[in-house]
């Protein structure tokens, strides 16, 4: 299982910062993202979208990041840009560990560095969560968060031109 920590969210000035972290969260294979600050209008947004869209994402507003971080039993991943390379880093997760990973907005607390099992850069240059927690998930799932089915009401039908949405409800035997 893989979640998602967002720390430092201010809902104010990151609104959209942190609703595309879920929603990568969500896509790239995650199943649960914590924030430690309360919005009611991230939560919204982001359960609209798993209800038209799909899958068991969860999230969560308001939690103690000290709190999930000593709670957790599974591995920590805290992506920074003054961490170790992915490459070698991703060596020490084991197959079938639980991974909480922890993005930031502005700094990040000193305790972070310590708490985590290991802080990860995603290439040594200050870049942004979205991409950090984007590639770093790719890597992780090894591209299988690709083939996931979400089974939603709304599915959306590759194209190569326009869009094609149709109902997730389908008759028994009726193929998309
Ligand atoms: N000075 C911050 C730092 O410690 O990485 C940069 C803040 S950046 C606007 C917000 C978040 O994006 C960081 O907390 C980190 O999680 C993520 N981030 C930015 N660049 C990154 C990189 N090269 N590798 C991994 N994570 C990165």
Known sequence: M??????GHRPDRDKRITTH????????GAEKMFVDTKDRKLEETIRSVCGRFGGDFTIKTGVSAKTILTQWTGFVVHLTMYGEKLDKSLKK????NDVLVVVGAEKVPAFLYEASDVNIAVGNQPH?????LAVFLD???E?????????GKLMIVPCSRGKKVVSGKRKKGENL
């Not at 972290?21 to 790239?28: E, K, N, P, Y």
């Not at 997760?93 to 079938?96: E, V």
Request: net charge positive; proline share 0%.
């Open 21 to 28: 972290v879920a929603l990568v969260a969500r896509a790239f």
């Open 143 to 151: 591209g299988k968060w690709l083939e996931e089915k979400f089974k």
């Open 128 to 132: 942004s969560e979205v991409a950090a």
């Open 2 to 7: 893989i979640a998602v920590l967002r720390i």
């Open 93 to 96: 997760i084991k197959k079938n």
């Open 139 to 141: 890597r992780l799932t």
